[in-house]
């Protein structure tokens, strides 16, 4: 084929402009990110860190547990905590950053700042957050390697099925069901800056050992324990003594009670230091707690009292105190102090955010074993009144019915 030499001015300035193209590098508006992938928990997080401002933008989707959270750092101490929950009306997603002081309820912090973008929502039972965060790169208390391939990071999910459904910021939070570590690369993040765009792929990140199953198990037993007292043993012990008058028995069983609601405090103070609402142990439910345990207290050392003193009558072929203003004590009492662990226990599970069926069958249990209980109570309360007429018309008096 044949150029002819009026075409070489043309063919030039192309070849030219080809060279020009291949040589120029093609630049992206792709936001630079590195991304985890959690499959356990179906969890995407992409940081992505703008090289031409100190932001951070983040995309952050999970199915909708009652919270979940991302922290920086390699322990909950000092970490600084992205936690997304169900706003109000369970359309919306609230995000909270909060700061952790230990392995307990992180804390709301005001030293970052964290404004919620375009397409943040609750999708299909997941949540969606883009947001961008001011001021996240350090705080009080730890930073982000930004030269690091290798910064850690930790995960946590809430408990499923219990949605907190508030727009506050501040709003409590159950324990975790299950945690978990990962690093991510600080160098890869870095660059064109921008919300990165949703993957389900881990690219720049490495998962770190498997999920830790946890739970909110001390909490349970408290709860537990403080039922069984209540609505078992409590009721055991009222007819033993009430009705058959088995006092070692009714010795033994009370002494029982008193060494479960011992071990339930103690585990109800232990979980109360977990958490910001009650940590300061000022609840209605935290107060009537002690008074209750020190009541119980009180009646054991009357019981104990009573004892000794019908020991001693015993020895001396005398009545005893049967009658005496102790008993009236140690059997009222302890009627005020059931009635204060009945009452009690349902403040207790409003306190702790109970799921809704629980509180409904303890009630059920509640009312099923007050009625009966009534019963008895009234059965002991017609026997001690015979007896009593029997005593006074014993010694010289006149019957009722004689009135």
């Known amino acids: 084929m044949i150029l002819h030499c009026t075409m070489l001015p043309g063919i030039f300035p192309a ?41 951070v933008y983040f995309y952050f989707s999970s199915p909708a547990y009652s919270w979940v959270a991302i922290g920086a750092g390699s322990d909950m101490a000092g970490s600084l905590m992205m936690i997304m929950y169900s706003a109000s009306g369970n359309q919306h997603v609230t995000i909270s950053p909060r700061i952790a ?11 970052v700042q964290v404004e919620v973008l375009d397409g943040s929502s609750i999708q299909n039972d997941f949540f969606v957050m883009n947001a961008l965060c001011r001021g996240c790169r350090s705080w009080n208390g730890g930073s982000l ?20 459904s508030s727009d506050s910021q ?19 993040a870095t660059g064109p800056g921008g919300v990165p765009l949703a ?26 324990l403080m ?14 003594i009430g009705l058959f008058k088995w006092p070692l028995l009714h010795a033994f069983t009370g ?58 009558a015993d020895k001396s072929d005398q009545a005893g105190p049967k009658n005496s203003k102790f008993t009236s004590i140690h059997t009222w009492g302890a009627r005020c102090i059931w009635l204060l662990l009945i009452i009690n226990n349902g403040l207790g599970m409003q306190f702790a955010g109970t799921d809704r069926i629980i509180v409904i069958v303890y009630s059920l249990l509640a009312v099923a074993m007050a009625l009966p209980m009534l019963l008895i109570y009234f059965c002991i309360f017609r026997r001690s009144r015979k007896r009593k007429e029997e005593e006074y018309n014993a010694n010289g008096g006149f019957q009722l019915s004689d009135l």
């Open 255 to 312: 002494s029982f009670v008193l060494f479960l609601v011992l071990t339930a405090m103690g585990l109800g103070i232990y979980v109360s230091t977990e958490y910001n609402r009650s940590n300061h142990f000022d609840s209605a439910h935290q107060v009537i707690g002690f008074l209750s345990v020190g009541g119980l207290l009180v009646l054991a050392s009357i019981g104990i009292y009573l004892r000794r003193m019908q020991k001693t």
């Open 101 to 111: 002081t230990g392995n307990s309820e992180p804390t709301f912090t005001t030293d």
């Open 199 to 224: 993957s389900n792929i881990t690219n720049g990140a490495t998962l770190l050992g498997s999920l830790v199953k946890d739970g909110d198990k001390a909490s349970k037993a408290h709860g537990f």
């Open 227 to 240: 039922a069984l007292v209540a609505l078992v043993i409590i009721p055991f012990d009222v007819i033993i």
């Open 15 to 55: 070849l030219a402009l080809i060279l020009a193209l291949s040589t120029t590098p093609v630049r992206s508006d792709t936001p630079a990110a590195s991304t985890v992938y959690i499959e356990e928990t179906q969890t995407t997080f992409s940081i992505n860190l703008p090289d031409n401002s100190t932001d």
């Open 145 to 164: 390697n930004l030269s690091t391939t290798a910064q850690p990071f930790i995960y946590a999910v809430g408990p499923n099925g219990v949605p907190i």
């Open 170 to 188: 501040t709003a409590g939070l159950r324990r975790h069901d299950s945690f978990g570590h990962f690093t991510m690369n600080m160098v890869q």
